[in-house]
């Protein structure tokens, strides 16, 4: 509102401050800009956006760093796929291409150049007056790949240790459920076709019986039973 100007004054001050709103406006949208792009780095992830009729991809500043692609915000298909280790690169075309049909792509895939890293595209498209549009994030999974790795690892181990004990071996979880178990305990109780992981120590027991003739508890421990097959 003006208060005792004349009418061109009032124009101009009218066009000033909407210029400074303006200004303002681009300013809280630059700082949210580079506080976002702070955030996503921090959690090793990026923007990424696709218009499905597009042969390119849009990448936030994050994305573009994390793919090897600093300085490029719009790539091609065909050169992000550059980035995709050679061995992932089909299974990452699939995903995109289906991804115009359900609507969602998720997948995880190595990058062409070392040191390894894994990321994971994920996202879902949404209607446009211009057709479909997707959006979604990259993540750097680096860390849990190598957990599960290690945890995979660990198993491995733990199996070749249970079949290299000397007889039949088992493993038990807190409640009673079955983890692991070696060759010789299935074939032993001949429940090779039986066995799942997960299954109750009771329905194992029931289902080892008709192997057994004879079942007594040890005299040198108490906490041990005696078996004959």
């Known amino acids: 509102m003006c208060f005792n100007v004349g009418p061109h004054r009032c124009e101009v001050y009218i066009a000033v401050h909407e210029l400074v709103y303006s200004l303002s406006n681009v300013f809280r949208d630059e ?20 218009a499905s ?12 760093e994390m793919l090897d692609l600093e300085g490029m915000r719009t790539v091609s298909l065909g050169n ?32 062409a ?19 479909k549009l997707f959006g979604g994030i990259l993540l750097d999974i680096s860390d849990r790949k190598q957990a599960e790795d290690r945890v995979k690892a660990a198993e491995r ?20 459920r079955l983890l692991y178990w070696n060759r010789a305990f299935a074939t032993d109780f001949g429940l090779t076709e039986t066995l799942r992981t997960g299954m109750t120590h009771e329905t194992v027991t029931i289902a080892r019986s008709g192997a057994i003739r ?3 508890q040890s005299a040198d421990d108490n906490q041990s039973t005696l078996i004959g097959l």
């Open 31 to 50: 700082q949210a800009d580079r506080i976002m792009a702070t955030v996503m780095r921090s959690a090793r992830a990026g923007y990424w956006e696709w």
């Open 113 to 131: 150049k070392p040191p390894l890293r894994w990321i994971e595209m994920r996202g879902s498209g949404s209607d446009t007056e211009d057709g």
């Open 80 to 111: 992000f796929l550059n980035q995709v280790h050679p061995e992932h690169q089909a299974r990452v075309r699939e995903a995109i291409e289906k991804s115009r049909e359900i609507g969602w792509l998720q997948v995880a895939f190595v990058l």
């Open 214 to 216: 004879a079942e007594r």
């Open 157 to 176: 181990r733990l199996r070749s240790a249970l079949e290299g004990f000397n007889g039949p071996f088992a493993l038990w979880d807190h409640r009673k």
């Open 53 to 64: 009729g597009e042969a390119s991809i849009f990448l936030s500043e994050a994305s573009s």
